[in-house]
Nanobody, 116 residues
């Protein structure tokens, strides 16, 4: 059974950093690419970044390029999203899912709030 559990969110000030974790079970990171999504209040869920362990590829949307870094630890079966230079517009609930995404995999997400 596939399960993805997000953690690491919090309340930070603009310019601060956070590292999110996506712990996967029921499959190996080599089996699927993993993507981070986020949903801000009143907005649709959007893709943020993607990591493929097997291909060694990463992808970022323009809004986070240069500030966020996605990586994976196969031994821990966990994907991380290092977020630096956070901005108020990064405030959202962050989720991870497989690629292609499966609606059954959505977890509770982790709240990131960037505010002074």
């Amino acid at each position: 059974q596939v399960q993805l559990v997000e953690s690491g969110g919090g309340l930070v000030q603009p310019g601060d950093s956070l590292r999110l974790s996506c712990a996967a079970s029921g499959f190996a990171l080599d089996d699927y690419a993993i993507a981070w999504f986020r949903q801000a209040p009143g907005k649709e869920r959007e893709g943020v970044s993607c990591f493929s362990s097997g291909a060694g590829d990463t992808y970022y949307v323009d809004a986070v390029q240069g500030r966020f870094t996605i990586s994976g630890d196969n031994a821990k079966n966990t994907v991380y999203l290092q977020m630096n230079s956070l901005k108020p517009e990064d405030t959202a609930v962050y989720y991870c899912n497989t690629v292609p995404f499966d609606a059954r995999n959505w977890g509770q997400g982790t709240q990131v709030t960037v505010s002074s």
